[in-house]
Nanobody
Framework: VQLQASGGGLVQAGGSLRLSCAAS????????MGWFRQAPGKEREFVAV????????YYKDSVKGRFTISRDNAKKTVYLQMNSLKPEDTAVYYC????WGSGTMREREVDYWGQGTQVTVSS
């Protein structure tokens, strides 16, 4: 099982980034896919999730309207489009998978974790 996250980088406030997470080794279409993030000195927190059917998405309140999660089952990839980035979005972003997940995703429900990709937003 592997979740390979990419797309992080350094961007100015107000800019955009698109994170990708490519999955392998498990039945991607049976898993809800989510993103978490961990800022320096803080606990890891939920950011967004898309259910295994792909019919619903859920977001942390502070990213609603700015971030969009999507999935491509044919490519076994989940994306996080991040617009209007703010310095407080600076963190390591992790993708996560939860089998048959149908709502928001909690850490204890995660079956697989990706390795993380750094996002840094300068003011």
């Amino acid at each position: 099982v592997q979740l390979q996250a990419s797309g992080g980088g350094l961007v100015q406030a107000g800019g955009s980034l698109r994170l990708s997470c490519a999955a392998s080794g498990f039945t991607f279409s049976s898993y809800a896919m989510g993103w978490f993030r961990q800022a320096p000195g803080k606990e890891r927190e939920f950011v967004a999730v898309i259910t295994w059917r792909g019919e619903s998405t859920y977001y942390k309140d502070s990213v609603k309207g700015r971030f969009t999660i999507s999935r491509d089952n044919a490519k076994k990839t989940v994306y996080l489009q991040m617009n209007s980035l703010k310095p407080e979005d600076t963190a390591v972003y992790y993708c996560a998978a939860n089998k048959w997940g149908s709502g928001t995703m909690r850490e204890r429900e995660v079956d697989y974790w990706g390795q993380g990709t750094q996002v840094t937003v300068s003011s």
